[in-house]
């Protein structure tokens, strides 16, 4: 089967491997027919995700149908489309039980996919953890629909909800990329006051202000005045940073009021500063760290009820055979690309 693999740093190739087989009871085989390319794979690329073992399959968002199942196995089974979460979780260990499934102490808990065992830009991928790892696909919900499910909009829906959002909040969201979208999607959800998006490129700005009329949009320049303007004590409530840029971190704790919530959902290629003499007093909560995604099942009932809709984020799909030029493209976000689709033709 044709496979887009980790060789080294720097360096992906597309390349002929062994189809997977089962190794375990609660594996399962899926035939995928639609992946996607997220800035993780990016990180991977560039060095960035030292677990990331070379010789790998990449590629840690997908969607397709179960071909085969081990004997444990038991929501799913061959011929179901399914959505891939990005996790890799067994449901038992304390963490697991405590719903952080980023912290599972299986073996290849946490995110494995695409990263230290073969992943889902491929035409197939042996998923471990089946009944955790795999969601049913409503029948009424596409492929396209469902394709974000397992990682970017699983992220999204999880700082939402953890960022403790009320009615009455100002809710700023640093970053208007394919995770900060999906992150917009679901703080709309909560249905706060107001929400203002900030990021630099004008593309992915106008993106918001055309799908979602009542966010305020503005670049870093233009973000310092308008937070003042639309909040009521001096900064945002709640401040969700997406983005991961040089800036952006220390952007998201000076624009927050006292006491509010900064939760940090983005990667970033090197360390932050957090400057605790220059925040003493603001007296705010952090919330950091890799998305526990857990909540599958609701985000697909979500998109099944029309409540999310995640495809307008796909703006380019390829042929698994042309999967260089979509890492060109997306790499060097041409063309106003968000997302990009990668289609298999086994």
């Known amino acids: 089967m044709l496979a887009y693999t980790y060789v080294e740093r720097g360096r992906f190739e597309l390349r002929e491997k062994e189809k997977p087989v089962l190794l375990d009871a609660g594996d399962a085989i899926v035939r995928v027919t639609l992946a996607s390319i997220c800035t993780s794979d990016l990180h991977i690329k560039h060095g960035s995700v030292p677990r990331a073992v070379p010789g790998i399959t990449v590629g840690h968002e997908m969607v397709g149908v179960v071909e085969s199942v081990g004997s444990s196995v038991k929501t799913v089974r061959p011929g179901d489309r399914v959505t891939v979460n990005v996790e890799t979780f067994c449901g038992e260990c304390f963490f697991c039980q405590n719903g952080w499934v980023n912290n599972c102490t299986d073996p290849n808990g946490g995110w494995a996919l695409g990263c230290r065992i073969d992943g889902g830009q491929a035409e197939y991928v042996r998923v471990p953890c089946a009944d955790q790892g795999l969601n049913r696909i409503p029948d009424s919900v596409t492929d396209e629909q469902a394709l974000l499910v397992g990682d970017v909009l699983a992220t999204g829906y999880w700082a939402a909800d953890i960022s403790g959002i009320q009615k009455r909040d100002t809710v700023l969201i640093l ?31 106008k993106f918001v202000r055309d799908h979602y009329l009542t966010v305020l949009t503005c670049g870093p320049e233009q973000v310092e005045d308008l937070v003042l303007a639309y909040s009521d004590h001096g900064g945002a409530d709640v401040v969700l940073e997406v983005a991961g840029g040089e800036e952006t971190f220390q952007m998201a704790w000076k624009l927050a009021r006292p006491n ?48 999310l809709d995640t495809v307008p984020l796909i703006t380019h799909t390829y042929a698994l055979r042309d999967i260089e030029a979509a890492y060109d493209l997306f790499e060097h976000k041409r063309d106003g690309v968000i997302k990009v689709a990668v289609r298999m033709e086994n």
């Open 175 to 205: 970053g208007a990329g394919p995770t900060g979208i999906c992150t917009l999607q679901c703080v709309l959800l909560k249905e706060p006051r107001r929400v203002i998006v900030c990021d630099k490129d004008p593309h992915r700005l």
């Open 260 to 307: 509010a919530t900064v939760t940090v959902v983005a990667l970033y290629d090197g360390p932050q500063t957090l400057p605790l003499p220059e925040m003493y007093g603001k007296n705010l909560t952090f919330k950091t760290g890799g998305v526990d995604g857990c909540n599958c099942a609701e985000t697909l009932a979500l998109i099944e009820a029309g409540k």
